[in-house]
């Protein structure tokens, strides 16, 4: 049976997220002048209730204008966080309404390149059109001229025939007209052969305009593609556009925690306020008893002179961060409102629905009969919301493949720039999805990473470029789950993905500071390439405990895996290895010690068999 443990508080998740460069902070001060760290008066520890001393008390009352002094100063180090926390949002809109402007520059670039690209196709096309007229009549005249030769010839030929026929006596007096005949039929063979070469040249000519034309029509072919690609560029950019709202509605949101926040630090504030006129009260009441005992007012005259100054520096410092937290209440709220006004401008597409959806409701009101019209006009919009929803889930799983893969060129070149620990990859050139050989940056546990293949992999018959990666050891097509409680096959739930390989199912763990991690690397050109994964990883809450396994899917053999086993100290004891599609299952091993050092499985996942075998392990 498989393990079990608690369950575990993942932060990770299935996605990585490219952060923006971080932009200039704004320094801000605040001064704050503590009391002295040696009072006048005595400090007094005992619990309550006061002394009958008076000047037990007035060391009571110190204390307490102390631990207001200090809640006051941990307000404003909160306050200054505030202050900085809001020049950052700032900083952060100003940067996505710099974005939205590029990007709005960008599309109307792209749309004014593709009205020249669709101008410089009519273009091309009026002047294909105008030479293909051209030569259609060049093509008519040069048959005319050839008829008129074959005419004139089969003229001559009668004549001369007639020639022959007649008697020899009449020979001398017709050869002058022979000799007219003879040359008008040189002249006849003349004209035709030039109107043969006229045919050729013209013939060359329609070849060359032919070439042209398919040329025009590459270009023309290249220029859609181009019109496409800058289509598809609108749409990204579309959705980059979607997600900036997104950010700016979250921005709206943490505007609205803070303005909280800083309500409940006006409230904290007034409490303390309140504290300090009940203490001044007291400190009157003391004065009035200090009064009455004249000789403990002599003696204590110079420290009550030194405490009254405190608290009027207390009050005087109070009253300025009063202010100081009025003008930035007054920041917060301009900023808000700037944010509401966005909000308000973004979502005017929005209110206009709203305003149509009150006409119909209206509508509805009024006549029954048009009840049926109207809920075919809400069906209408929900499926268009549906669409727009299913566009939008594409969008953001685009997104999230290109950050994934700028994550991954980025861990690339860290990778790069790292210096290397003892290689234990079997892969010549491996690209890291996940840790690195240089030490993993941090421990990783029950994630999974996408990888855009270049070619697409096969397996139960379904093809995909986009395929999943888990460090728990699953492989699969099209989505991707963080599964860790492995189970016998088959097993389908919604948690496993419908096209999904177990090369080594269990819960595994990636350390910091090892060469452990997953890594990937493309074998081979087209169309025999090969796509290698390999992981190098433990078993979670057990370091020393290695598993090193690789998957291979090749272009040339596809629905066919290979699973190669390199280490696993337990050999697969505590395991699911094999493979699981919609209609078909294939179990090598499941709690079984068969994954053995130099193990080869091969798994025909279109005829459902299974071959094990054993390769040589390179030291």
């Not at 009035?288 to 000789?295: D, F, I, S």
Request: with cysteine; aromatic share 6%.
């Amino acid at each position: 049976m498989p393990h079990h443990r608690k369950p575990k508080n993942c932060g990770c998740q299935s996605q990585t997220i490219v952060s923006p460069p971080e932009p200039y902070l704004e320094a801000a001060t605040f001064q704050c002048t503590l009391p002295t760290e040696e009072p006048v008066i005595k400090r007094i520890t005992r619990p309550l209730p006061f002394a009958d001393n008076i000047a037990d008390n007035l060391a009571w009352a110190s204390a307490f204008i102390d631990r207001a002094a200090k809640r006051l100063h941990a307000a404003i180090d909160t306050i200054g966080n505030d202050a900085i926390e809001m020049t950052l949002l700032r900083q952060q809109l100003h940067s996505q309404v710099h974005n939205i402007g590029e990007l709005e520059s960008k599309v109307a670039g792209q749309e004014k390149v593709k009205k020249e690209l669709q101008q410089l196709l009519a273009k091309n096309r009026e002047m294909a059109l105008k030479a293909e007229k051209e030569l259609a009549n060049k093509l008519k005249n040069t048959e005319k001229a050839l008829r008129r030769s074959k005419t004139a010839e089969s003229r001559l030929k009668g004549k001369l025939d007639k020639t022959i026929l007649e008697e020899h006596e009449r020979e001398l007096r017709e050869a002058e007209h022979d000799r007219e005949d003879h040359a008008s039929l040189d002249s006849a063979h003349d004209a035709l052969e030039r109107a043969l070469q006229e045919k050729a040249a013209l013939q060359a000519e329609l070849d060359n305009t032919s070439q042209q034309l398919t040329s025009t029509r590459h270009e023309l072919s290249v220029a859609q593609e181009a019109m496409e690609t800058c289509k598809n560029n609108c749409q990204a950019k579309e959705a980059q556009i979607n997600a900036l709202t997104e950010q700016l509605a979250a921005a709206n949101r943490t505007n609205t925690e803070l303005s909280a926040s800083l309500d409940s630090t006006k409230a904290e504030l007034s409490s303390k306020e309140q504290e300090a006129a009940s203490l001044t009260e007291s400190l009157n009441q003391a004065n009035t008893n200090l009064t009455a005992a004249n000789q403990t007012i002599s003696e204590n005259n110079s420290a009550i002179s030194t405490l009254e100054a405190g608290l009027a520096g207390a009050q005087e410092e109070r009253d300025q961060k009063i202010k100081l937290l009025q003008e930035l209440q007054e920041s917060t709220q301009a900023t808000q409102k700037a944010l509401q006004d966005k909000i308000e401008e973004l979502s005017a597409h929005d209110l206009e629905d709203h305003q149509r959806i009150e006409a119909a409701n209206e509508a509805k009101r009024l006549s029954d009969e048009s009840i049926r019209d109207l809920q075919t006009k809400v069906d209408a919009a929900t499926a268009h919301d549906a669409e727009v929803q299913a566009r939008l889930q594409a969008e953001e799983e685009a997104k999230r493949v290109a950050e994934a893969e700028l994550e991954r060129v980025k861990l690339q070149l860290e990778e790069a720039n790292k210096p290397k620990l003892p290689n234990k990859v079997a892969l010549r050139n491996p690209i890291p999805i996940v840790g690195s050989l240089a030490g993993a940056a941090d421990n990783y546990d029950d994630i999974v990473y996408p990888v855009v293949c270049s070619f697409p992999v096969t397996i139960y018959g379904h093809s995909s470029t986009n395929v999943f990666v888990s460090i728990n050891g699953l492989f699969s097509l099209d989505q991707g789950n963080r599964i860790w409680t492995y189970q016998p096959l088959p097993y389908r739930t919604n948690e496993i993905p419908p096209y999904t390989l177990f090369p080594f199912w269990c819960d595994l763990f990636i350390y910091k500071d090892t060469p452990q991690g997953i890594y990937y690397e493309i074998v081979g050109e087209a169309p025999s390439r090969s796509l290698c994964i390999e992981w190098y990883v433990s078993r979670y809450q057990d370091k020393d405990q290695y598993y090193h396994f690789m998957l291979i899917l090749e272009e040339a053999r596809p629905n066919i895996v290979t699973y190669k086993y390199f280490e696993a100290l337990d050999k697969g004891a505590k395991c699911t290895i094999g493979a699981q599609g919609p209609n078909s299952v294939q179990q090598w091993s499941y709690n079984e010690a068969k994954a053995l050092p130099g193990v080869q499985v091969t798994i025909d996942t279109s005829s459902g068999s299974l071959t094990q075998s054993t390769f040589t392990l390179n030291n």
